[in-house]
């Protein structure tokens, strides 16, 4: 059967909380700058307390990146666990605003919806703290087998392999793709995200992801490579295609034997909340209508230019007029 | 006594939620672009459940007014009236976390928190759908005596003429204002607001309002004038200084036999919404220093610019910078 949908997503469903900080605030609390740390509900409410007024919006990697490939019109659907609160709700109605379907029940009577609490410093780069809450209940049962099964890519985030549930979830979800022919993209979210799973990652490399999405730090991790072409080297005998990401370098996308070096787009860099999101998004966007690798690189870098020129990780423009789609 | 603080805000205290919209939505249903109007639960839940994904964060026209002047170094403090909610812990953090005090008791048991579901047409202008919620139960009783006594300049917003208690706390906030040989300034926040209420803001200039912020829309409402240049000239003669707004034109600002003309800064629009705020921050914070009025102008102009190159009405980038202050 033909797919019904161009990108399944499975991520961390997560509000952000996004607030101006300097260098001595994260060097006071011990932060590492642009990573992201898993924080407790104590940790979390001490930190809101002392950061500055915040701006409130619908954030979580994958969910950033169907919202933006739906605004580039893929057929997207999402899966994430939020909670029965008032944060739940804007990010349902968030998700379903973009054109992305989104039913994955809502936990009732347990933990809040998940919060990520991101400082943005004077240099544009985000440190995120985010408290799973609701997440951590996303399991196997949260697979929907028929939506994976009518999904031509299902795109998997490395952030969830941190609930401790969602790893089996991810199994379940490759198994269904593959037993009917589809495809299966992932995210390595993070490169502290790599090193607590990195052989976790490395298996679900093995038992058929067919695109990786990984900046440098997160792919040399993943190797414990000693350099970036090592790294490169090592993936692409293992995915037929790696879309890796250098920041301001642009990206590097390794096919086969087929190489393909894209441009960072010019832009002025405000918030690099998103960035890597939003890549994906018009990767996987123009990877859908068929277009070759060097039109997704394109769109990839487009829709990650517009995401660092504003505060927030969801796109505030037109995105399909700024790729020309 | 000398003040302890330099502005006291009385507002609605209000979560804004801001999405895209073409103009074609506002048309279908009826909506007056640029303007404000209120809407009630069910009214503001039909609308939400249509519009784009949001952003939200802590708005209110004098709430973004205060945090501003406390971000450009002025000593502020506001009484807005928030409900025992999440979106009330919100604004609370808002507002501390832009060192602004903030003590009003919140509202227990009843409506909650305000939204404001703002509309951003593809123009820059935001077009605001208000739910008051809690606000409604702002009375005289949050009228802090020791705060009106203790500032320099109490400022009030026009939209608090709307809940129907408020109009008595206004009152009284001026007779304890005047009675303490203290500073009262007003904004008439929006020409439909100006003609619900016209009579009883004229009430108010004349029971001596010091400054008033006004546009060019609501000045002619308030004097239902012909022009301009006869609404100009009719608050010249009953408040001493009035600093009104011509958009892209830039302000008038009229002080007894002075005129001053302010140029608009340049910027690129993206988003009004917060505009009028941020240029009543602007004055009111130079204005506190003792700064001439050119100067008060200029602070304006330059904050005026800075809320609208961006998505949110709360300042994104540092005013102290911005202004040389």
Known sequence: MPPTLDILGIGNAILDVLARADDA???????DKGAMRLVGTEEAEALYAAMGPGIESSGGSV???????????ARVGYLGKVANDLPGQVFGHDMRAAGVAFDTPPLVGGAPTARCLIL???????????????CVAFG???????????????????????????QAAF???????????????????????????????????????????????????????P????????????????????????????????????????????????????????????????????????WAALCAAEAISHVGARPQTDLKVLVGA
């Open 25 to 31: 605030f994260l060097a006071a609390r011990g932060l």
């Open 63 to 73: 969910a950033n990146t169907c919202a933006a490939a739906a605004a580039l019109g």
């Open 120 to 134: 943005v410093t004077p240099d544009a780069q985000r440190t995120m703290n985010t408290c799973l809450g609701a």
């Open 140 to 166: 196997e049962d949260d697979v929907d087998e028929a939506a994976v099964a009518s999904a031509a890519v299902t795109y998997l985030e490395g952030y969830l392999f941190d609930p401790p549930a969602a």
């Open 171 to 225: 199994r379940r979800a490759l198994r269904i793709a593959k037993a009917n022919g589809r495809q299966v993209a992932l995210s390595l979210s993070d490169p502290f995200c790599v090193g607590r799973h990195r052989d976790a990652f490395r298996a679900l490399l093995r038992d058929g992801v067919d695109i990786l999405f990984a900046n440098e730090a997160e792919i040399i991790s993943l190797y414990e490579a």
């Open 227 to 298: 350099d970036f072409a090592t790294a490169a080297k090592a993936v692409r005998a293992e995915v037929p295609i790696a879309a890796l990401t250098r920041s301001a370098a642009g990206s590097v996308i390794a096919a086969g034997e087929e190489t393909l070096l894209v441009a960072a787009a010019p832009t002025q860099v405000v918030d690099t909340t998103g960035a890597g999101d939003a890549y994906a998004a018009g990767f996987l966007a123009a990877h859908a209508r068929g277009l070759p690798l060097a039109k997704c690189g394109r």
